[in-house]
């Protein structure tokens, strides 16, 4: 089979199409026919080596939709030739999905509904679960709740825009000008510009004072500013930053108000089948749509990385070997 592979650390150039042997999944592991491999920031971290360093030769790729082509021996919940949807792989523990064949174990994977396409589920693992488990799990979101998702165009953004939607929060999000029509037929009841000076004084205007919850992906732009908008009891939820050393300049506007800080990363999900069928629900009935921005070969997987991690767009980016 084609895969893409790294032999050691480095720029996206590092990443070569290679044809090698197709895996055989282990007793618990399903071998998938890859449709669609998702392309995440955290995708570009095992590659440089900015995460835990993997074992090489390494093909990246955590999310994966496809067909199960083979399942090990233990297997009793899938048979070859369901349709799935996963997460958690391509992290140094398991090889990616940026490939024709993938194997995953199954308890990172759920059965794709009828009504969900493959490639946007392809997309969909770490920005849903991710979405899902700050939202549900950590800020206990419940209907209207004013929730603030930052950078509602992005990947976890989008999702979480929707999944915000879906228990009936009142959802408030930032992004560039040209993403702001989409995002409000997304569930979207106030889209902002980041860019504006008067950023803290809008939210705070659009949430009737203060927001409930926060979905923060930039906790060095934004840890001070989310608790000048926090309501009383706000929960935040820090998922991403730019550079590692966020500050408040006022933590007494956080103390003041109660306001809960959560920092959290998707691995650490405890059983990742619940928000993946979660999601996968969502997508069956409508109320989560992955927009796929752009499609890749296999071939162009160094071309989407820095994609991911340089241009604008809106949901995600995949690879469709
Ligand atoms: N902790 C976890 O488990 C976890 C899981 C997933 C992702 N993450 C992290 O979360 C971050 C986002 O991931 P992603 O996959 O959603 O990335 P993405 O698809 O590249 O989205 C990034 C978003 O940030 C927006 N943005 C750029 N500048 C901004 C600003 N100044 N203020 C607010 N938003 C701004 C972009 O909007 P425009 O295009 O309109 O500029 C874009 O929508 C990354 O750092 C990633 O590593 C963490």
Redesign the pocket.
């Known amino acids: 089979m084609r895969a893409v592979r790294l032999h050691e650390h480095g720029d996206a150039d590092v990443l070569q199409v290679e044809e090698i042997d197709r895996p055989e999944p282990a007793d618990d592991e399903l071998l998938v026919e890859v449709a669609a491999a998702g392309i995440?920031?955290?995708d570009t971290?095992f590659r440089d080596g900015s995460y835990e360093p993997v074992d090489v030769p390494f093909t990246p790729g955590v999310d994966v939709a496809g067909t199960v082509a083979v399942t090990g021996e233990a297997v009793e919940d899938f048979a070859e030739g369901d349709r799935v949807y996963g997460t958690g792989i391509g992290n140094g523990g398991f090889q990616g999905s940026y490939a024709e064949y993938a194997t995953i174990p199954t308890d990172r994977v759920v059965h794709l509904p009828d009504g969900a396409d493959l490639t946007e589920a392809g997309g969909a693992g770490?920005?849903a679960?991710?979405a899902w488990?700050?939202l549900i799990d950590h800020a206990d979101l419940d209907p209207a709740e004013y929730c603030l998702v930052?950078?509602?165009?992005?990947?976890?953004?989008?999702?979480a825009v929707q999944i915000a939607a879906a228990v009936s929060a009142r959802v408030i999000t930032?992004?560039?000008e040209?993403?702001h029509d989409e995002l409000a037929d997304y569930g979207a009841e106030t889209v902002l510009d980041?860019?504006r000076d008067d950023l803290v004084d809008a939210v705070r205007e659009a949430a009737d004072g203060g927001v409930d919850a926060v979905l923060d992906?930039?906790l060095d732009?934004?840890l001070q500013f989310d608790a000048d908008v926090a309501a009383t009891g706000a929960r935040v939820v820090?998922?991403?930053?730019?550079s590692t050393d966020p500050g408040f300049t006022n933590d007494g506007a956080a103390r003041s108000k109660d306001v809960s800080y959560q920092?959290?990363?998707?691995?650490?999900t405890p059983d990742l089948r619940v928000p993946l069928r979660g999601a996968a629900h969502l997508m069956d009935t409508g109320d989560l749509s992955i927009d796929v921005a752009r499609s890749y070969d296999l071939e162009e997987a160094a071309e989407a990385q820095r994609a991911?991690?340089e241009?604008?767009?809106?949901?995600?980016?995949v690879i469709e070997p």
Request: proline share 2%; aromatic share 14%.
């Open positions: 995440n920031p955290v971290y770490v920005a679960v991710t488990r700050a930052h950078g509602g165009s992005g990947g976890v953004g989008h999702a930032t992004a560039s040209e993403y980041y860019g992906h930039r732009d934004y820090g998922i991403g930053e730019n920092f959290m990363s998707m691995f650490n991911v991690m241009d604008s767009f809106l949901g995600k980016l």
